[in-house]
């Protein structure tokens, strides 16, 4: 398949492919529980914090994993073109959106990871099994990468606030294909 056959089957296309749906919506229940999850551990000095902390560190180098995996199928794949009537002020926004969220996707758990890093903790995966250090020890760099971390999730929250407003938007008063195309496949 030549290069310009690719790039028209992807304009034709209505629906992301099954594996871009399925990474999509795993996840996207992955982050709603990284952020509660996030939320949690540091509201609570209960016995309950290192629980907190053992599911925050392996589901964010799982959604660091996940998240190079999406760019790759996305960088492939394409996506469905969007609607020829959605005003080009949308269009900027959708675009400009989805790059924040898979800039954010990447930049949390490596900025979570430094963080750990920078203050001198493992990031436990499983048991004994965790990930190698990929900042200097500096208490200085943890604080600045901690405020980071915090900030940047919240940037996250509100970024899939708005993509959650905007999917619900075309999906109940648009009607225009753009919520079905990765909500259900081709029928």
Same mark, same amino acid.
């Given at each position: ?24 919506? !795993?996840?996207?229940? &992955? $982050?709603?529980?990284?952020?509660? $999850? ?72 490596? $900025? ?21 250090? $990929? ?12 405020? &980071?971390? !915090? ?7 509100? !970024? ?28």
């Amino acid at each position: 398949m030549t290069n310009t056959s690719r790039r028209v089957s992807r304009r034709v296309t209505r629906h992301f492919s099954p594996l871009a749906r399925l990474l999509h919506w !795993t996840m996207a229940v &992955l $982050i709603l529980a990284m952020l509660f $999850i996030g939320v949690a551990m540091v509201a609570t000095v209960s016995h309950a914090h290192a629980t907190l902390i053992a599911l925050h560190r392996p589901l964010g180098i799982a959604l660091l994993l996940l998240a190079l995996l999406r760019v790759a199928v996305r960088l492939k794949n394409g996506s469905p073109a969007l609607p020829d009537d959605m005003p080009a002020l949308q269009r900027v926004a959708a675009k400009a959106s989805h790059f924040v969220l898979y800039g954010l996707f990447i930049a949390m758990p490596l $900025i979570g990871w430094a963080m750990l890093s920078a203050g001198g903790y493992p990031v436990t995966l499983f048991g004994a099994w965790h990930l190698p250090a $990929i900042m200097p020890q500096n208490v200085d760099l943890f604080a600045l990468l901690r405020a &980071l971390h !915090t900030w940047l999730a919240l940037a996250l929250f509100a !970024t899939v606030l708005a993509h959650l407003a905007a999917a619900l938007f075309h999906g109940l008063i648009r009607r225009d294909g753009v919520f079905s195309s990765m909500a259900r496949g081709e029928r």
